[in-house]
Nanobody
Framework: QLQLVESGGGLVQPGGSLRLSCAAS????????IGWFRQAPGKEREGVSCTSSSGGVTNYADSVKGRFTISRDNAKNTVYLQMNSLKPEDTAVYYCATRESGCSGYIQEYDYWGQGTQVTVSS
């Protein structure tokens, strides 16, 4: 069974850090671009970051540039999102998803999705 599982979310104070993980089971992530997305209550899901299959290409939403870092460890079949200097507006459920043909700005082009992990930034 193909599955993506996000973990690492939680409650953190403004200015704090979290590292999210996206682990795959039932398939290898080596050939997939991986995107991180988030959805806040009452808002549409939005792209946060993406990494190509090799990790050689990464991109970020303007709102997280300089604060978030995406990385991947194909040996562990896992992709990470390091989130620093967190702000209350980063509060959302964070999802990872796969795409076979490189990163895309279109959410509907991503194939497999995890169940999400909640990130809450609050004092």
């Amino acid at each position: 069974q193909l599955q993506l599982v996000e973990s690492g979310g939680g409650l953190v104070q403004p200015g704090g850090s979290l590292r999210l993980s996206c682990a795959a089971s039932g398939f290898t992530l080596d050939y997939y671009a991986i995107g991180w997305f988030r959805q806040a209550p009452g808002k549409e899901r939005e792209g946060v970051s993406c990494t190509s299959s090799s990790g050689g290409v990464t991109n970020y939403a303007d709102s997280v540039k300089g604060r978030f870092t995406i990385s991947r460890d194909n040996a562990k079949n896992t992709v990470y999102l390091q989130m620093n200097s967190l702000k209350p507006e980063d509060t959302a459920v964070y999802y990872c998803a796969t795409r076979e043909s490189g990163c895309s700005g279109y959410i509907q082009e991503y194939d497999y999705w995890g169940q999400g992990t909640q990130v809450t930034v609050s004092s």
